[in-house]
């Protein structure tokens, strides 16, 4: 998922597709959480974000990235977890390269909310094509986080996790 976003905002298009919604999703934000938006608004603009302040304490969500919304990421935690990555020094927005370093920060937390997860239903149709793309990713191996995306066992692992050695 890290891989395929990189690719579309790295590629000739350089925005993520958005949705607009019928109405805007609207959040409590401090003052400080309000500058920090405007900050990120280029970054918000490139990954399909539309959010523009409401009075002196609320922001208001526009449009979302079309990924996320379609995987059911609600357009509020999101933005909110995001400020709570800005305000807490984890998106570093004195870095000269904050273009890159805040995309790369903000592209693994959207891979990691649009990522097939443990219980999701899928078809076979689909589960093959999960395991094709997974082919084509050089990093396949690990999440951006570093967590493992699959384990390899020996037979003799196998056999014993069935009790059968």
Known sequence: MFEQLRNRILGQNKNLESQRLLMPATMPASPGRLDLAEQLGPLFERIGIEAQPIGKESLAIHAFPTLLFDRKVDPITFMEELLDEAEDGKVDLTNPNLDEAVLHKVLDMMACKAAVKGGDAMTQAELAALLAKRDEIER???????????????????????MRT
């Open 140 to 162: 396949s191996s690990n999440c951006p986080h570093g967590r493992p995306t699959s384990l390899r066992l020996s037979l003799a692992d196998l056999e014993k996790q069935f």
